[in-house]
């Protein structure tokens, strides 16, 4: 009797919703179970009668929470570039090589490039008296290495461009990067500097992982040697091994923290690896690697994912996955996705 008494209690306290708002409550309510079950997680020991209270509650307050998203921040759409559909090497005198064409070779004859394997490889050319510049464009769906004259690899992502000379000259060896590219430098007594956003990466031979997001963050990820990253009035920051320096082109800020660095290089081994990642930035990559666009309508950037999934998986499914572990739907809509709660 007391039992049922303080059920009664309970369920009057319940506000019943009406029609149209206990149909968008149960769609939430069945995601979010979906979620639990993909976790594993179960609640038990409940009797039958407490259970059918606790849902009830646990209905009622998912209706009630969804007034919270509506005066939210829209976060910013992911878009992608869509000029480019292969890789691509721009020379310098401005033509453009297809790398995926047939005979590639004859458009850069008398040069001291070599491409095999989606690899390109420039020979050290000796008096070289005027610096030219090269920009290699990765598209949607593919990863690219590129061994620059100085012995230096460079492993770029899908969505990225670099830009170097064909030759150093003078007294430093300096790139620009946009996107996201893992860089193994040969040891020289030139420094190596790379140019990404407004700050530069300084090198003398190592290896790390530079990634640019949407949202003007340049995340750098020391794996062996050390670095010093500068960015505009700031001192360098100094990065050992392990650790990740952050920075903020539109604050301004600069965050070093240590950090597991198979996280920031798994997309190498072709996978989708993250811990406690913000959506929004799991988005880019996913937008990056299968070209398609996302169109948040509710903030994303304070949700966050954890997930290890080939990239091989159709992206149906990974947008699948990310719906249960993030009780988000994504609505496809004239080629893009809506995001939303």
């Known amino acids: ?97 297809n790398l995926k064409a047939e005979k590639v070779e004859k458009k850069i004859q008398e040069s001291n490039i070599r491409v095999a394997n989606d690899h390109i490889t420039y020979d050290s050319v000796s008096n070289i008296q005027k610096v030219e510049y090269n920009t290699l464009v990765i598209p949607a769906g593919y990863t690219y290495n590129v061994t620059l004259a100085d012995g230096t690899r460079v492993t770029l992502n899908a969505g990225s461009r670099l830009k170097y000379p064909v030759e150093f000259v003078g007294d430093r060896r300096e790139v620009e990067l946009s996107g996201e590219a893992y860089f193994d430098v040969t040891k020289s007594e030139k420094p190596f500097e790379v140019s990404v956003s407004d700050s530069k990466i300084r090198v003398y031979g190592t290896q790390f992982n530079v990634k640019t997001s949407r949202e003007n963050i340049v995340e750098t990820v020391l794996v062996e040697g050390k670095i010093g990253f500068r960015s505009p009035g700031r001192e360098e920051v100094k990065v050992v091994p392990g650790e990740q320096v952050s920075y903020n082109a539109t604050s301004g800020n600069v965050d070093v923290r240590q950090v597991d660095t198979r996280y920031a290089t798994a997309w190498m081994d072709g996978v989708f690896k993250y811990q406690d990642k913000k959506l929004n930035l799991v988005l880019e990559d996913i937008s990056a690697w299968y070209g398609i666009e996302f169109e948040p309508q509710t903030d994303i950037t304070m949700i966050e994912v954890t997930m290890n999934l080939n990239k091989r998986t159709p992206v149906e499914e990974v947008i699948s996955f990310i719906e249960l572990m993030t009780n988000c739907k994504f609505i496809k809509e004239r080629g893009h996705y809506i995001v939303n709660k």
């Open 1 to 97: 009797m007391k039992t049922e008494k303080k059920i009664d209690e309970l369920l009057d306290t319940i506000k019943i919703p009406s029609d149209k708002e206990v149909e968008s409550a149960g769609l939430r309510f069945e995601r979010r179970i979906r979620r639990m079950k993909l976790r594993r997680r179960m609640i038990g020991g409940a009797s039958s009668a407490a259970a059918v209270v606790l849902l009830g509650i646990i209905f009622t307050l998912f209706w009630q929470d969804n007034s919270k998203y509506k005066s939210v921040e829209v976060a910013k759409v992911i878009k992608i570039d869509t000029s480019v559909t292969v890789p691509t090497l721009i020379l310098s005198n401005g033509n453009s090589v």
